[in-house]
């Protein structure tokens, strides 16, 4: 197919999320064949953000700047963290552009299986912060036993912090239909009703 060089970009693109060793072919072959418009500016891109780019010693977002551009920002409501599972998961809800607090990232959510424990999470810089006059923490933690477990075991060390804990609602997706949802989500969807 081609030399090591081709093999190896093949390689490195096959390991990305979502792609597989035909997306990857597929993509080195399109760089390949415009190199200076489509792989030399990715090459560089890759390369700047590999060197500017660092947790945020506040909350762990990832940013070329610390405190990153959300904890940086006066505008957002400091008596308000949202903690998440992931980067992923901050990034995913400042998309829906519905939430103006400070994020939390645990890096992770407990799990016995994989030998996730307390201290493997980014929990202690988590009460500090709460200390600082927060008001409420939201839970914005997976569907999953090890999103409930890590929720339960968060609540037991906020609450007697004097901090209000509450937790994203979960049910029935929007356009979802009842009958292809399994049990739990909707029994979640009954617990979290509201008034219409």
């Given amino acids: 197919m081609g030399g090591p060089e081709i093999e190896r970009l093949i390689g490195l693109l ?26 030399l500016p ?4 890759l390369a700047d953000a590999a060197r500017a780019v660092k947790p945020c010693s506040v909350c762990g977002n990832l940013d070329s700047q610390d405190p990153c551009a959300i904890c940086g920002d006066s505008r957002r409501d400091r008596s308000v ?21 400070l994020y939390h990232v ?22 500090v912060r709460v200390e600082q006059g927060v008001t409420e923490v939201i839970l914005a933690l997976g569907a999953t ?14 609450k007697p912090l004097g901090v ?5 609602a979960q049910g029935v997706p929007i356009g ?19 008034p219409s």
Avoid: Y
């Fill in 145 to 158: 036993v090890d999103g409930a477990t890590t929720a339960h075991w968060l609540t037991d060390r906020l």
């Fill in 106 to 127: 645990l890096g992770g959510t407990l799990s016995a299986l994989s030998g996730v424990g307390p201290e493997d999470l980014n929990v202690t810089p988590l009460l």
């Fill in 81 to 101: 963290i949202c903690v998440v599972e992931g980067v992923g998961d901050l990034w995913a809800l400042e998309r829906a552009s519905v939430f103006h607090g």
């Fill in 176 to 194: 979802g239909a009842l009958d292809v949802l399994d049990d739990g989500t909707l029994a979640a969807a009954l617990r979290a009703r509201r």
């Fill in 164 to 168: 209000t804990v509450t937790r994203v």
């Fill in 14 to 39: 096959a390991k990305l999320p979502g792609m597989g060793p035909r997306s990857a072919r597929r993509a080195a072959l399109r760089m390949l064949q415009q190199p200076d418009t489509r792989m």
């Fill in 42 to 45: 990715l090459a560089t891109a």
